[in-house]
């Protein structure tokens, strides 16, 4: 089975503090995504990466960077927190274009 | 450009009668559909996938979904649903090919509660 690990399960952070969140994957996927999910809004993603070093905005970047040094590890940066980053992040791995995602527990942010 | 409606926001069964989950989709290409269950503070677990094989698929936990392309429809189905299947379910679309930026498309989720 497919193990993708979420540094955090929960997080408190303050208003513009560097918030690191990192995701991990044991499968040798070639691509990682970072998502936050909302009531109401569902799952958008923010961020994916195809290989390592490589980045793609997803649909709502803007505030948000990404990290992919090693194969395994997709870090999410918000670059300077603010109380709107208050949600839930899910990170997810697949191997191939249209295979299924596979996810992570996700991490729920609080930004205060 | 794709998209997905579930047509219920929630739906609510007793034990032991069956589950129908409605999904409409609207895909420029051929899409491959998934169905993804979130149970509270998890993350998402695949259920089942059709990738243009048959189109009754089957999944876990005896859900099973009919890919319809006439009606643009992936209904999710259980003869008789468990006080387990209480969570949140997702309809999602994928298009193959690097044109479609390798997005998954999610649908906006259906909470089910299940009765005693």
């Known amino acids: 089975d497919v193990k993708v690990t979420q540094s955090s399960r929960y997080l408190v952070k303050r208003t513009g503090e560097k918030v690191f969140l990192e995701c991990v994957q044991d499968?040798?996927?070639?691509?990682m995504f970072w998502y936050r999910q909302d009531p109401g809004l569902g799952l958008r993603l923010i961020y994916f990466s195809y290989d390592v070093k490589m980045k793609e905005k997803g649909d709502i970047p803007e505030g948000y960077s990404v990290s992919r040094e090693k194969k395994e590890r997709f870090s999410l940066i918000l670059e300077s927190a603010s109380t709107n980053q208050t949600s839930m992040y899910l990170c997810?791995?697949?191997?191939?274009?249209?295979?299924?995602?596979?996810f992570g527990d996700g991490t729920r942010l609080s930004i205060l | 450009a794709q998209s997905v409606t579930q047509l219920d926001s929630h739906v609510s069964v007793s034990e032991g009668t069956p589950v129908l989950l409605r999904c409409n989709y609207s895909s420029s290409y051929s899409p491959s559909l998934f169905w993804y269950v979130q149970h509270p503070n998890k993350g998402l677990q695949l259920l089942l996938k059709y990738t243009s094989a048959a189109t009754l698929v089957k999944g876990i936990n005896g859900f099973e979904a009919e890919f319809k392309k006439s009606e643009t429809s992936f209904h999710l189905t259980k003869p008789s649903a468990h006080m387990s299947d209480a969570a949140e379910y997702f309809c999602?679309?994928?298009?193959?090919?690097?044109?479609?930026?390798?997005?998954?498309?999610f649908g906006g989720g259906t909470r089910v509660l299940v009765k005693p």
């Open positions: 499968m040798d996927h070639e691509n």
């Open positions: 997810a791995t697949n191997r191939e274009s249209n295979q299924p995602q596979h």
């Open positions: 999602v679309v994928s298009v193959l090919g690097w044109a479609a930026g390798n997005k998954l498309t």
